[in-house]
């Protein structure tokens, strides 16, 4: 009803708006339905897909001192068309310590990052789910707090916990649990607390979403039939709760692999994760070819869990419609 | 049953206390007096006072506040455009990679994004001789970051709007354009709201976009913050982070507060209408 009364007063200026708008667009745009798919369409062709055609590019230029710092791929002089591919970042890419370490050691921290926030946040999200509907909201929204406050705060705010004189190692010190401070800044314990620290929200929220959908029958009647409350967990709960979980892991495991605030702050000079070795390239060393073709191998790899992740989210805009 | 009820009552007390102990220590520590931040020596209010009179800190404050504002109009612009296709075309042509591509920027690596724009914007100022990296770049940047966003909550949302107000709308002779602006945009109102503060906080804390995307006159708050926290802790930074914080909290909270009451009124109404009928 009060969305009713509220019209009238907006509607001469929308009406307005519409007319202007329609008299504005040009006479060869599309009309209709086909302008109005084509224009988000056209904004996330040019600034999503093409830029990785540049990258793709880039990779297989040569490193030059100029600004751009690499070489054209086509040259075109005396009347001859000259293409010069170079393969040769990206077999440094494959083969080099360096970059093969990197890329092993991303998907190392990027699985256990994953596993470690489904074991933590899992339960966490079941409880919220069956908690009492009057609490649900302010649990939900705990959650959600977390996940809106500044990002690099939150990682920072770890360095005055984990230092050597931080505040783990000075409560540890001062109840006699240890009697030097325990080394977790600058390493790769430090890598993995923020990691699961950082992407526990980013698990949670769909997670919660999925989990809080079930349909709570079948486990009463699972109950009913005589199931102990683990094999009711393991033979409905879980297996209902499948998508959500893989779409929740993705959503942590794709994105940490190229992970580089949190290794850069919180970790060591050994933790060298593959979004490190990237950043290097491309502000220290200014190597933009092998840095582009650490990037193509960076999505190749990440290919198989995108699609994975696009089913999915495929299927959920289906089953919502 | 009271035992496991306890059991998950601590649980949840124990993954809140992880996920909130690091924010509430920058907090009190950013009224400690001693320099050494870990250190409590007493309250004091010294490095706010520092921070206000920090020039490097307040210009790049300044300009991440525009870059914000820009971005989430930017993202609240283009994002429901792009969800109100995902949600109500049925069949397209390249349907799939619209889908794809508003998906993929929401686990893609960020440092992958912002190698692939910086190289677009290089490549077309080679070409074209516009656009030199700065604010404008750094402003597409992160509207490509929160767009997904944006679109993906505005499709929830439209999806699980009431058809009927719509059909209503154009029996009574409505033109699309005027169904969306009077029936469908003052519905998805909330769901604007909450991916413009998104846009904004992904906006005024992205350090990789920025850096990437950044010339040699634009430098923005997350760039100051990153670069100093790299050193260690700094009681600057932790007033700044203080500031963040209650600004966000008080935001969220606040539009969760309006939320739950428009949710209660509708409840409320549809409770009368079935009663009354």
Not at chain 1, 261 to 289: A, C, H, K
Not at chain 2, 180 to 185: E, R, V
Request: aromatic share 12%; charged share 15%; net charge positive.
């Amino acid at each position: 009803m009060t969305d009713r009364l509220a019209l009238p007063a907006r509607r001469g200026r929308t009406r307005g708006l519409a007319a202007r708008l329609a008299s504005w667009l040009p006479s060869w745009l599309p009309k209709g339905r086909t302008f109005v798919i084509a224009a988000p369409f056209a904004f996330l062709l040019v600034f999503f897909l093409v830029p990785f055609v540049a990258v793709l590019k880039i990779s297989f230029a040569d490193v030059q001192m100029s600004v751009p710092p690499y070489t054209s791929l086509v040259d075109l002089t005396d009347g001859t068309l000259k293409i010069a591919l170079d393969f040769e970042h990206f077999r440094t890419v494959l083969t080099d310590h360096l970059y093969l370490g990197a890329y092993v050691f991303s998907v190392e921290v990027a699985a256990m990052t994953t596993l470690v926030c489904l074991l933590v946040g899992y339960p966490a999200c079941y409880l919220i789910a069956r908690a009492d509907p009057a609490h649900r909201n302010l649990l939900l929204m705990m959650v959600m707090l977390p996940f809106w406050t500044s990002y690099l705060i939150r990682v920072y705010a770890w360095i005055g916990l984990l230092k050597n004189q931080g505040l783990i190692n000075n409560v540890l010190i001062w109840a006699h649990l240890t009697d030097e401070p325990l080394k977790i800044y600058h390493n790769n314990w430090g890598l993995m607390i923020g990691m699961v620290y950082n992407y526990l929200p980013y698990l949670m929220l769909p997670l919660y979403a999925y989990l809080v959908k079930l349909d709570m029958t079948l486990v009463e009647a699972a109950y009913d039939l005589g199931a102990r409350p683990a094999a009711a967990f393991f033979t409905i709960t879980l297996p209902m709760s499948r998508r959500g979980i893989i779409a929740s892991s993705l959503l942590v495991f794709i994105p940490a692999v190229g992970e580089y605030v949190i290794p850069e702050l919180l970790g060591g000079s050994n933790s060298l994760m593959i979004g490190r070795v990237m950043w290097d390239d491309f502000f220290v060393s200014t190597d933009w070819p092998t840095a582009s073709a650490a990037t193509v191998a960076m999505v190749v790899l990440l290919l198989l869990p995108m699609a994975w992740f696009q089913r999915i989210r495929q299927k959920d805009i289906e089953g919502a419609r | 049953m009271n035992g496991s009820r306890l059991l998950g009552r601590t649980y949840l007390g124990l993954v809140f206390l992880f996920l909130y102990v690091p924010t509430i220590c920058v907090v009190v520590y950013s009224f400690n007096e001693s320099r050494l931040v870990t250190v409590w020596s007493g309250f004091s209010l010294r490095w706010y006072t520092a921070l206000a009179g920090d020039e490097e800190v307040l210009s790049a404050a300044w300009a991440s506040l525009e870059v914000g504002v820009a971005t989430a109009f930017a993202s609240v612009f283009i994002g429901t455009w792009a969800g109100f296709v995902l949600s109500r075309f049925k069949r397209f042509r390249g349907q799939t990679l619209f889908t794809g591509m508003i998906n993929a920027p929401l686990v893609i690596p960020e440092v992958i994004q912002g190698i692939s724009l910086l190289l677009l914007f290089v490549a077309l100022q080679g070409a074209l001789g516009w656009p030199a990296r700065g604010l404008f770049t750094i402003w597409i940047g992160h509207t490509m970051l929160c767009v997904s966003y944006v679109a993906i909550t505005v499709q929830s949302r439209l999806a699980s709007l009431d058809e009927s107000l719509h059909e209503a709308a154009y029996d009574l002779g409505a033109t699309p354009l005027r169904v969306f602006f009077d029936i469908t945009l003052p519905l998805i109102s909330q769901a604007l709201i909450s991916g413009w503060l998104l846009s904004f906080t992904i906006s005024i804390d992205d350090v990789l976009m920025t850096a990437f995307l950044s010339g040699p006159d634009s430098t923005l708050l997350p760039i100051v913050v990153f670069s100093r926290a790299r050193v260690g802790l700094n009681p600057e930074i932790n007033a700044l982070g203080t500031l963040f914080i209650v600004f966000v909290t008080v935001g969220v909270v606040v539009n969760n507060h309006f939320m739950l009451r428009r949710q209660r009124r509708r409840d409320r109404e549809r409770t009368q209408s079935v009663l009354q009928a």
